[in-house]
């Protein structure tokens, strides 16, 4: 059974960083993609970044130059620093997992999802 654990969110003010980390276990961490999606109230579940197994990276233009994501394979973890946060970055940070697949910034790409944590930038 698959599990991912989200930690690491909480409220800042605009301008400030935060980093969440998600811990996978119950499989392999080998051959995984793992991404970060976030959702905003009222809104849908939006792509933000995914790292491969061969450590590629994707980031929507939204975060682009101001998150990071990445992975120690070691601890079975991944990692979004967020950097120069703004209000839009609101939202319930999700993370996901898909193993085998391409890297991808479809929600029906990942197979398994953590219960979400609340990042809350205040103006």
């Known amino acids: 059974q698959v599990q991912l654990v989200e930690s690491g969110g909480g409220l800042v003010q605009a301008g400030g960083s935060l980093r969440l980390s998600c811990a996978a276990s119950g499989r392999t961490f080998s051959h995984v993609t793992m991404a970060w999606f976030r959702q905003a109230s009222g809104e849908e579940r939006k792509f933000v970044a995914a790292?491969?197994?061969?450590?590629?990276?994707y980031y929507a233009d939204s975060v682009k130059g101001r998150f990071t994501i990445s992975r120690d394979d070691a601890k079975n973890t991944v990692y979004l620093q967020m950097n120069s946060l703004k209000p839009e970055d609101t939202a319930v940070y999700y993370c996901?997992?898909?193993?085998?697949?391409?890297?991808?910034?479809?929600?029906?790409?990942?197979?398994?999802w953590g219960q979400g944590t609340q990042v809350t930038v205040s103006s």
């Open positions: 996901a997992a898909q193993w085998y697949g391409s890297i991808s910034s479809d929600v029906r790409a990942y197979d398994y």
């Open positions: 790292i491969s197994w061969s450590d590629s990276t």
